[in-house]
Each structure stands twice: as C-alpha cells, then as structure tokens.
C-alpha cells in the first residue's frame, strides 16, 4: 500500500494521533473507520489482474491488507521510525511471520535466554521440528554472540527490555556484530514501546511488538506487529535466498529486485499472510489504534509509578532483591540510562523471602492488582512466572533464564500510586508477619 507521509515532520505524540489515516472522501469521518469488510470490488477485470499480480497496489481480501489495519501499520511504522510495518493476529504470529519469511530448513538462529516464555518455545521447540536450530544464551555477553555465530546464523533475537528479568540490550553493539556478519537483528521491543525506545535509531533492522501490551493498553485486542528499517543490505550477501532470488509463487518475482529494501515486507506480506493466514481483525486494528493514541502520555505515568514501587519495594524486609532497570542496583542501569532516558519501562520484578510458597500467598492476597498473564495494561497486573508463563521450561532453563521460585513480576498500571503502595504493603505484611 501507499504510505501517506504528510505527517512525517511531527513528533511522537502528533504523529501517534493522525499518521496513517486517510479521511474518506465520502463522510469524511474524523475517526478512522473500521472496514469490517472480506474483500473489495474491482474496477475492471484489467485492475483485479494487475493487484493480484503485484503489479498495482490495492486490497484484495483482508487477510493481506485492509485499509483500517494499513492505517495501524502505517502509524507504528512512523513510531518506530520504520519504512513500513505488517500487523498481525498476535505478538507470537509476528515472531513467527518474521521468522518464516527469512529462513529455512538448515538455518540458525541465536537468541537471548532472557525472553518471554512464548517465544522461547516457539524457537526451541516448535520451530526445531522444522528443521531451524536456536541457541538461547545471553546476548548482553558479546564474546558469547560472537563464538556462537555459525555459517548459516541468519537471525539474533532479543528483547530490548526482557521478560520478566529486565535485562537491557545493547542494541548498538549487538548490530554492529550483525552487520559485520550479515546477520539480521530482530528486536522485541514490547516493553519498551517507541514511546521510550527506538531501536533502528542504533542500527536494529527488524523490530517486533506484541501490540496486545502496551500499545493496545487496556486489555481489550490481541496484535502483533512487525516494522521493517529498511537499512540492511540483502544485495550484500547471498544468505536470504527468499528475498534475493526468485520466487515461484508469484511469477518468478525477485523481492530485491522489484522492491529494493521493502523486499523483506512484501515476501511477509505476499506469501506469509497469503499462506499462514494469522490475520488481524479490522475491529482490533481499531482498538490498538486508539490506544497508540494516547501511548506518549500513558507510558510517562506507567514509568513514574514504576520508579517509586521499585524504589519503595528496595526498602521493604519482606523482599530479598528488586530487578527494575531505572535502579542504581540493576546490573544494566547505565546501559538503560543512555538507552531509555525517558525511563526504563513499567515491569518489574522482586524476590519475596520465603519463596514460592510465599510468593504465592502475596498474589492471593493481592486486591488491586490483577492475576493474570499479561503485561501493559491501564490495571496493575501480577503473577509468578516459574509456575505461569515459564512453566514448560526445564528447571535447568529456567535457571539460565534468571527466574527464579520467588520471583514475582509486577506491571505497573495507571492507578494512584498511594493505591497500589498500599494494597503492595497489606499483602507484604499479611505474608511475613
């Protein structure tokens, strides 16, 4: 589709409200409206041709593309300061998307073992059953990223922020050893939103998000997202076969050739889309919208409760450690302070004493704070990852992946703070009496 870049010039809260819309000539509608429609009518036989064919940009059936989910692609592209973006079904569709439009049976990828557990299955497990090999270790150790680059490594993968440990990536040393070596570098950058971080600003070529988190806000759609840079050379090397050579399924198009370095998302666009089919709903596409619209200010006071329940949970005795990034104590604080100055993202993590058992009865005991598994939301969320989200991994794994039986994890909400600090304090008190 064809990007509108009247907006181009603005900044991050401008840009979050009106890029990507296109008001309809008809009703001319100040809200951007949901095209809650399968497929779209032709002109002519000559125009159905041309769009199918490539030949002529259009929408053609919304599983490819919509004109609600292109306004959505569009302003998270201007976002992440990207030449374009794809949404898809869900923050995993987009991992998975990416993933498959790059590589193929025999390839590697390295990945950090400081991410979500969803992912970490995705890679590990599922994707070994066809025929693509991840090796999970600490990509902040770039002695370690480099011994365990092997010939067909085509991809590195990390969270900018990760979950639920905190972990801060270097995005700029890390990108420099993918150039060096033609590799991809796909950032996660889910906790961190552009709002706080923009990874392609240090040299990241393809940024992903789970759009369920905080760029949705409340809880209410499921979405993923995938922005490409535009700034890796795939005339360069003879690795990614799928975008530099010919492809069968579209009359024998050369994605480089044709579309230089948008390749990448058109292949994902083409045939991911077209053939794994995780569509987004027009109707989600919505709601994410909105909540892009008030991202900046949302992210401004998720991160200044943050600050202060990091800070004042450091303080307590019922709590052995606190892993927050924007803490003089996080082994990452100065790599987050140069990285992220706006603030270091609204999740943390703290250590109860007493353990798992303890852990638990303080989630129980929890009033305000939700139990469920997710992030990002306007309500304050809670849960114990070990026996959650990170359950399928090995003991073994899970201890290289820093999570710990008493590990809590907190997403801070956009409640009063006197609020949370309180139901914080009864709960803690309630289990170390």
């Known amino acids: 589709m064809k990007k509108n870049n009247k907006y181009k010039k603005f900044n991050f809260s401008t840009l979050s409200i009106h890029a990507g819309q296109k008001v309809d000539k008809n009703y001319k509608s100040r809200a951007i409206p949901i095209y809650q429609t399968t497929s779209y009518l032709f002109e002519n036989h000559d125009e159905a041709s041309s769009i199918f064919n490539l030949d002529t940009d259009g929408h053609v059936y919304s599983r490819i593309s919509n004109p609600t989910i292109s306004a959505l692609e569009e302003r998270i592209a201007s976002l992440e300061k990207g030449i374009g973006a794809i949404c898809v079904a869900s923050g995993q569709a987009a991992l998975h998307l990416t993933v498959a439009t790059l590589l193929n049976k025999g390839d590697h990828i390295i990945s950090s073992d400081r991410i979500y557990g969803g992912s970490r299955n995705l ?101 993923g997202a995938i922005v490409d840079s535009g700034n890796f050379s795939w005339n360069h ?36 889309l077209r053939d794994f089919g995780a569509a987004l709903s027009p109707q989600n596409a919505f709601y994410l919208l909105m909540g892009l619209e008030t991202l900046e200010p949302r992210m401004m006071k998720h991160v200044s409760n943050c600050e202060y329940i990091a800070a004042f949970l450091s303080g307590r005795a019922e709590v052995n450690w606190v892993s927050y990034p ?108």
Request: overall charge positive; proline content about 2%; charged content about 25%.
């Open 123 to 223: 890679l590990g497990l599922t994707l070994k059953r066809f025929g693509i090999e991840t090796s999970f270790i600490d990509i902040r150790n770039l002695s370690l990223i480099k011994k365990n680059i092997k010939k067909n490594t085509k991809i590195i993968f990390g969270e900018t922020i990760g979950n639920p440990g905190l972990e801060i990536l270097d995005v700029e040393k890390i990108s420099y050893i993918c150039d060096k070596n033609n590799i991809i570098f796909v950032a996660d950058n889910t906790i961190a939103t552009p709002a706080l971080f923009n990874p392609i600003d240090y040299g990241a070529h393809i940024i992903i998000h789970s759009a369920t988190k905080f760029i949705g806000g409340h809880g209410i759609a499921i979405g």
């Open 237 to 272: 090397t003879k690795k990614f076969k799928n975008i530099t050579e010919s492809y069968s399924g579209y009359n024998n198009i050369n994605y480089f050739e044709e579309y230089g370095p948008a390749a990448f998302l058109m292949r994902a666009r083409s045939e991911g």
């Open 326 to 433: 924007g803490l003089r104590s996080h082994k990452d604080y100065k790599i987050a302070s140069k990285l992220m100055p706006k603030g270091a993202g609204a999740i943390l993590s703290f250590g109860i004493k007493g353990g798992k058992d303890n852990a638990i009865k303080f989630i129980n005991y929890l009033r305000l704070f939700s139990h469920l598994a997710n992030i990002g939301d306007t309500k304050s969320l809670v849960i114990h990852p070990a026996s959650t989200t990170h359950s399928q991994l090995s003991q073994e794994d899970l201890i290289k992946s820093g999570i710990t039986d008493d590990l809590i994890r907190l997403s801070i909400g956009l409640e009063d703070l006197d609020d949370l600090i309180e139901d914080i304090t009864i709960a803690l008190e309630k289990v170390i009496r």
